[in-house]
């Protein structure tokens, strides 16, 4: 909004010069969203906490291990969603559809978290919303944003798949682009989702991911630095740094309140809009792949589900001791603060990783 409205302002005022760049408007974007974090989280807090009451959140096989968090209350993820909405619209040029896209996902993958969180809240259920319903919400969503994304990306790549570490190598998708776009956003919003599970666990990560795609969206969207680094060029796609941006300054507001011991949840509201939103982008910047690489944690955590239900149905034996991953480890001994900062330490490294990507090609 700012971009628009004082951009054509700059010839008579020079100060306004600033708004054309991608990097003080992304730096804006991280501070609003951590300031408006700051703000709206004490009331909402107390909002949350007066509207569940005595009700847990805690689901059923974990209430032992975790009862010291009985009251705490879910749905934190709201703030995040106002912060990096607001953030975006503040600094973001809205007349790129790619900004509206992004934001359809989040928004709209949070609404469906937020129907979750709201049962878990008030009607005293931890299970929240049937997670066939969730799936299908999301897939409707996502389905919307895609072919949009499909009609607005170039023609030379609009159903390509981009493969990592080789130059300008795409694979055709035609059609079935829709369903694998699916696949990504519903896949990376239910991936963070299951990481979600321990103070602090999740949100680091999605900072780290974040800022990793706010580098990757402004380099596919700057004609020369793409074309040095021989990635895909999409024109436009720089303003998805804004967005990224935005989510980093709110996730390091939300972890001020998420820090152990939690005053608050993220929940459905905060993992599933999160996890839509890097997806959505992922597939917009024709990082897909790269996406899994950085975001390996999430891809882990869901990996450990995976493998847990399918060993148990077709052997009757479990691999783990529970899944996901980290309620495995907390089975073995170790600590919530030694679990959480190690799988930091580890998302650290796969982000590393996949930025090297970039250059390795």
């Given at each position: 909004m700012l971009y628009n409205l004082l951009v054509p302002l700059a010839e008579d005022y020079q100060i306004f010069n600033l708004f054309r760049y991608l990097?003080?408007?992304?730096?804006?974007?991280?501070?609003?969203?951590?300031?408006?974090?700051?703000?709206?989280a004490p009331p909402m807090i107390r909002w949350l906490k007066s509207k569940q009451g005595s009700a847990s959140n805690i689901r059923k096989y974990?209430?032992?291990?975790?009862?010291?968090?009985?009251?705490?209350?879910?749905?934190?993820?709201?703030?995040?969603?106002?912060?990096v909405a607001v953030s975006t619209i503040l600094w973001s040029d809205l007349s790129n559809h790619y900004v509206w896209y992004a934001?359809?996902?989040?928004?709209?993958?949070?609404?469906?978290?937020?129907?979750?969180?709201?049962?878990?809240?008030?009607?005293?259920?931890s299970a929240g919303l049937p997670?066939?319903?969730?799936?299908?919400?999301?897939?409707?969503?996502?389905?919307?944003?895609?072919?949009?994304?499909?009609?607005?990306?170039?023609?030379?790549?609009?159903?390509?798949?981009?493969?990592?570490?080789?130059?300008?190598?795409?694979?055709?998708?035609?059609?079935?682009?829709?369903?694998?776009?699916?696949?990504?956003?519903?896949?990376?919003?239910?991936?963070?989702?299951?990481?979600?599970?321990?103070?602090?666990?999740?949100?680091?990560?999605?900072?780290?991911?974040?800022?990793?795609?706010?580098?990757?969206?402004?380099?596919?969207?700057?004609?020369?630095?793409?074309?040095?680094?021989?990635?895909?060029y999409v024109p436009g796609t720089g303003e998805l740094a804004i967005i990224c941006g935005a989510l980093v300054g709110a996730s390091?507001?939300?972890?001020?309140?998420?820090?152990?011991?939690?005053?608050?949840?993220?929940?459905?509201?905060?993992?599933l809009s999160m996890g839509g939103l890097l997806g959505t982008i992922a597939i917009i910047v024709k990082h897909e792949i790269v996406l899994a690489v950085i975001g390996g944690l999430f891809v882990l955590e869901t990996v450990s589900v995976i493998v847990q239900v399918a060993s148990f149905k077709l052997t009757g034996k479990r691999v783990f001791a529970m899944a996901p991953l980290h309620h495995h480890f907390e089975k073995k001994g170790w600590s919530e603060p030694t679990i959480v900062i190690r799988f930091w330490i580890i998302a650290v490294i796969l982000a590393l990783v996949g930025l090297s990507t970039l250059k390795l090609r």
């Open positions: 990097t003080f408007r992304t730096g804006g974007a991280v501070m609003t969203a951590l300031i408006i974090c700051f703000v709206i974990l209430e032992e291990a975790h009862a010291a968090k009985t009251g705490t209350p879910t749905m934190g993820g709201l703030m995040i969603l106002i912060s934001l359809l996902v989040m928004v709209g993958f949070g609404m469906v978290g937020f129907g979750d969180d709201y049962l878990k809240l008030t009607k005293k259920n997670g066939r319903l969730k799936l299908l919400a999301q897939m409707a969503i996502g389905g919307v944003a895609a072919l949009g994304i499909v009609h607005t990306l170039p023609d030379n790549m609009n159903m390509h798949v981009a493969i990592p570490f080789f130059k300008h190598m795409f694979i055709y998708l035609s059609w079935f682009f829709i369903p694998w776009a699916l696949l990504v956003m519903v896949g990376a919003s239910n991936a963070v989702n299951l990481t979600d599970g321990l103070d602090g666990l999740a949100i680091v990560p999605v900072a780290i991911v974040a800022a990793c795609f706010a580098l990757i969206s402004y380099l596919v969207g700057n004609a020369v630095f793409s074309q040095y680094l021989q990635i895909p390091m507001g939300f972890l001020w309140f998420n820090a152990p011991p939690a005053m608050v949840f993220m929940g459905d509201t905060g993992s």
